[in-house]
């Protein structure tokens, strides 16, 4: 089935740049999305397919893609950052969501 | 600006049914550009999308979740609904509706917007 591979924790220290992978085997046919949630809060979407970025997002927020795998890249980290990143896409097929297990950011 | 809010029960007995509705405001949820859906986070967890339903009546469901599922909407009322029957602890969880966009074509997109969430915890 398909599935969507993100690492558990990622950690940085503020200032530098975060790189969070995402690895599925339906990503080169789908779009990818991300996430971020900060404790006791709803997810809030930061990236459109694979590299869009929403209005009012950051610019500092960017994504990428290449293959079986989607980046997302947080340049120049502040403390605020610290959050949970999920990615998000679809099966091969487009008939089901999938989310990654989510990447815990910490900022050091 | 659109907003949703959830209500739910809080705390069920297993093998009951979970009943929630999500009411919006600030617009109409009756546009071809969404899905109606709704996702959970478990306590301590990450996030698992239950399913998402259009208002023309194409509705797409987490195969592992498709047997007890239902979700509805009443454009009258501007909301939309869950059901998830034969509950067991697995099942506690946070529970999210959202809408998620889409094109002409009815891909599955970005959840773009969500409702604070609500809790439910599943009792034996």
């Known amino acids: 089935s398909d599935e969507l591979t993100q690492p558990p924790s990622v950690s940085v220290s503020a200032g530098q740049t975060a790189r969070i992978t995402c690895s599925g085997d339906?990503?080169?046919?789908?779009?990818a999305y991300w996430y971020q949630q900060k404790p006791g809060q709803a997810p809030v979407v930061i990236i459109y397919?694979?590299?869009e970025r929403p209005s009012g997002i950051p610019e500092r927020f960017s994504g990428s893609s290449s293959g079986t795998t989607v980046t997302l890249t947080i340049s120049g980290v502040q403390a605020e950052d610290e959050a949970d990143y999920y990615c998000?896409?679809?099966?091969?097929?487009?008939?089901?969501?999938?989310f990654g297990g989510g990447t815990k950011l910490t900022v050091l | 600006q659109l907003q949703l809010q959830e209500s739910g029960p809080g705390l069920v007995k297993a093998s009951e049914t979970l009943s929630f509705t999500c009411t919006a405001s600030?617009?109409?949820?009756?546009?071809?550009?969404?899905?109606w859906g709704w996702i959970r986070q478990p306590p301590g967890k990450g996030l698992e999308w239950i399913g998402s339903?259009?208002?023309?009546?194409?509705?797409f469901y987490n195969p592992s979740l498709k047997s007890r599922v239902t979700i509805f909407g009443d454009t009258s009322k501007n909301q939309f609904s869950l059901k998830l029957t034969s509950v067991t602890a697995a099942d506690t969880a946070v529970y999210y509706c959202?809408?998620?966009?889409?094109?002409?074509?009815?891909?599955?997109?970005?959840?773009?917007?969500w409702g604070q969430g609500t809790m439910v915890t599943v009792s034996s």
């Open positions: 339903v259009h208002y023309s009546g194409n509705a």
């Open positions: 959202v809408l998620q966009a889409t094109d002409d074509r009815l891909r599955l997109e970005a959840f773009d917007i």
């Open positions: 339906a990503l080169p046919k789908q779009f």
């Open positions: 600030g617009g109409s949820i009756r546009s071809r550009s969404y899905f």
């Open positions: 998000q896409s679809a099966d091969s097929s487009g008939t089901y969501v999938i």
């Open positions: 397919k694979d590299s």
